[in-house]
């Protein structure tokens, strides 16, 4: 069974650019999550999608968007890139609504984005 | 909002000894999760061993096990044989039971380095 799959891995891109990140959950997964790590602020929660809706939102501006599909695959958006925006980015699905001893989250390995 | 506190960036500990990390947390509720994550090189968080509150006993997941230590808002993670491929970031996280989503809530991190 495949893992959680982020792409691109890395990216480099230019200040005031926009960027969409890509998350394939693992099959059968309906709850993407959505993370921003960094050295200074470390891991602060973004966003959370289960079946297509919104229902976590953490304190980012409102330049960081989401979304979700019909298939569970979800998608970030960063519009107007600042330097502080430069982070591993990870997403992690989990299978369910709730949780419960089985409903461990699962995390990809992260897109590197670094913003010059 | 809670909140995780990791007092530890470093540690370090020699092969096939025992290390304990360190995590407090601040909450308002009676019920929630915690858990210790993993996250090697590769930035893969990885799903190290979870309690839930309402558990009085400590969970243990071979050589990893905790004390939780409710009243006081602890909950350490002891690693007993530390072997080479222990050396990774270990992030202590929190996680409501009431919120249907799942959000987790992580501590700065703690790095962990394995003499051989």
């Known amino acids: 069974k495949a893992g959680v799959t982020q792409t691109p891995r890395y990216l480099i891109k230019t200040r005031g650019q926009q960027v969409t990140l890509s998350c394939s959950p693992i099959s059968g997964h309906r709850s993407v999550s959505w993370y921003q790590q960094t050295p200074g602020q470390g891991l602060q929660f973004l966003f959370e999608y289960f079946s297509e809706t919104q229902r976590n939102k953490g304190n980012f501006p409102g330049r960081f968007s989401g979304r979700q599909f019909s298939n569970s695959r979800s998608e970030m958006n960063v519009s107007t890139l600042e330097l502080g925006d430069s982070a591993l980015y990870l997403c992690?699905?989990?299978?369910?609504?709730?949780?419960?001893?089985?409903?461990?989250?699962?995390f990809g390995e992260g897109s590197w984005l670094t913003v010059v | 909002a809670q909140t995780v506190t990791q007092s530890q960036p470093e540690m370090s500990v020699q092969e096939a000894e025992t290390v304990t990390l360190s995590c407090t947390y601040d909450?308002?509720?009676?019920?929630?999760?915690l858990f210790w994550y993993k996250q090697p090189p590769s930035r893969q968080m990885i799903l190290v061993i979870r309690q839930e509150a309402y558990k009085q006993q400590n969970a243990t997941e071979n050589r990893f096990s905790v004390n939780f230590q409710k009243a006081a808002k602890s909950f350490s993670l002891k690693i007993s044989d530390s072997q080479l491929g222990d050396a990774a970031m270990y992030f202590c996280a929190y996680r409501e039971v009431n919120n249907a989503g799942n959000m987790l809530t992580f501590g700065g991190g703690t790095r962990l380095m394995v003499k051989p």
């Open positions: 909450t308002s509720e009676s019920d929630y999760y």
């Open positions: 992690a699905s989990s299978p369910g609504q709730g949780f419960s001893s089985g409903n461990t989250i699962y």
